[in-house]
């Protein structure tokens, strides 16, 4: 590799993770006094949990380390292993739970709203909780960059891809830390997928899309979507069949299953242990009613998708971009902006988007968004593609430079600095967090 290559892949890699930390640093200002504190449905619970899950581990007590609906395993594997270095007694959160219940208030409600008071008390764990996750997530952002690249993205869709998710402040902050590694996880999973499927001979993508598959269910439940679909898209992407197709897909089918069952009981042994605990958390009938829930659609579906759509793109240029895509798309004259980029794997992705959004509408009795965030980051895929066609429409129409796509990026974070400072509730957290006493 010549030193020429070496310094323009260096350069690249230096720009992405520019774009990413823009992103974050951009999503970050409305908790300008607590940078490491993202605001969470239940994030004190998941320190308790942590705290309960490496003491069995250490012990080698391998029963009982299914504590959440969720079931959020990975957020003890890849975060919460960091409460051990905390001096801290977690029964006091436990207290603190039970004197609510006492009372008879939610916890949720009273103590998790972005309380002032509640995060400095427990600052020094949520910074120590929160580093891992922040760490996890700028990884996650360079994979995804690379990963769409590797499906024939080229730089500039796959740059504002990264943008739209980093500046994106539910999938960044608002999500709880099992929906962050449902997002980072299955995203993955799906991605390094369709990369083995449409390449020959790439069987290190295979094995990383069983390995991040296993870890996306560990996170959330939802997340089992991924096994009907992957089904799917090796029809769409092998169809026609023949002997040998067929042949291929009972073996990648073997290995996916074999590495993902694998993987599920390294991280949670208790599958082996106590198979009817892991059995409980497939069939519970109780359901956490979630503060985050879709509207119902008693007013009519197009509402509900409406409110749906723009409530959980959380960006101001993702849902308009979106649609935008569709429309140039639609016109005959402007569809060639789209001819260099891969329609198959951009199909794939709208499929992936529409089924799994339908899918946790009809089976989740409260249709939380936050069930569909996995959804949303690949809707930025399609909202990207969207604002590159619009970008090179203008572009050959007026006869402009490149320079244009640079002030894109400049104009789509500012957009959404002014978003955030607009919002009334948002302007309401930033107040009582810099001034609350």
């Known amino acids: 590799m010549s030193f020429k290559l070496s310094y323009k892949k260096l350069e690249e890699f230096a720009v992405v993770l520019s774009v990413i ?42 029963s009982g380390l299914v504590l959440s609906l969720q079931p959020g395993i990975t957020v003890h594997w890849f975060a919460g292993f960091m409460v051990k270095f905390i001096d801290f007694d977690f029964s006091d959160v436990a207290r603190r739970i039970a004197e609510k ?3 008879g208030l939610n916890f949720n409600d009273v103590m998790n709203v972005n309380d002032q008071v509640v995060y400095n008390l427990y600052r020094p764990i949520s910074f120590a909780f929160n580093a891992p996750l922040f760490l996890l997530l700028t990884i996650f952002s360079v994979l995804f960059y690379y990963l769409l690249k590797k499906l024939g993205f080229n730089k500039i869709i796959a740059s504002f891809s990264t943008l739209f998710f980093t500046t994106n402040i539910y999938l960044s902050y608002w999500t709880t ?40 269910v560990l996170s959330k439940l939802t997340a089992l979507f991924i096994l009907p679909f992957y089904f799917l898209v ?45 059995y409980g958390l497939f069939f519970r009938t109780n359901v956490i009613e979630s503060n985050y829930s879709a509207p119902e659609y008693s ?25 935008v895509y569709f429309i140039i798309n639609s016109k005959k004259k402007y569809r060639s902006v789209f001819a260099s980029l891969p329609q198959k794997h951009i199909k794939t992705i709208v499929a992936y988007i529409a089924l799994f959004i339908v899918m946790v509408t009809l089976m989740s009795k409260n249709r939380d968004i936050r069930f569909m965030s996995p959804a949303f980051v690949m809707m930025s895929v399609i909202s990207a ?50 001034f609350s006493v």
């Open 177 to 216: 830390p099992s929906d962050k590694m449902l997002i980072i996880f299955m995203t993955l999973s799906f991605l390094t997928f369709l990369v083995y499927i449409s390449s020959e001979n790439k069987k290190k993508y295979l094995f990383a899309s069983a390995i991040f598959g296993a870890w996306a």
């Open 21 to 62: 930390l823009s992103g974050f640093i951009t999503t970050a200002i409305f908790k300008m006094n607590n940078f490491f504190t993202f605001p969470s449905l239940d994030e004190l619970l998941w320190y308790r949990r942590a705290d309960i899950f490496w003491d069995k581990m250490f012990n080698f007590d391998f």
């Open 234 to 278: 090796a029809i769409f992407y092998l169809w026609p069949f023949d002997k040998e197709k067929i042949k291929i897909i009972i073996k990648d089918c073997f290995y996916w299953t074999l590495i993902f069952i694998f993987v599920c009981i390294i991280f949670l042994p208790t599958i082996i242990i106590n198979p009817s605990e892991v």
């Open 385 to 434: 593609t969207g604002l590159y066609g619009t970008i090179k429409i203008i572009k050959n129409k007026f006869k402009l430079t490149n320079q244009i796509y640079f002030a894109a990026v400049i104009i789509l974070i500012m957009s959404q600095f002014f978003s955030i400072i607009s919002d009334g509730e948002l302007m309401r957290i930033i107040i009582e967090n810099n």
């Open 299 to 323: 007013n009519g579906l197009i509402d509900y998708v409406k409110s749906l759509f723009f409530t959980a793109s959380a960006n101001p240029g993702m849902p308009l971009f979106f649609i």
């Open 101 to 103: 219940e006492a009372l």
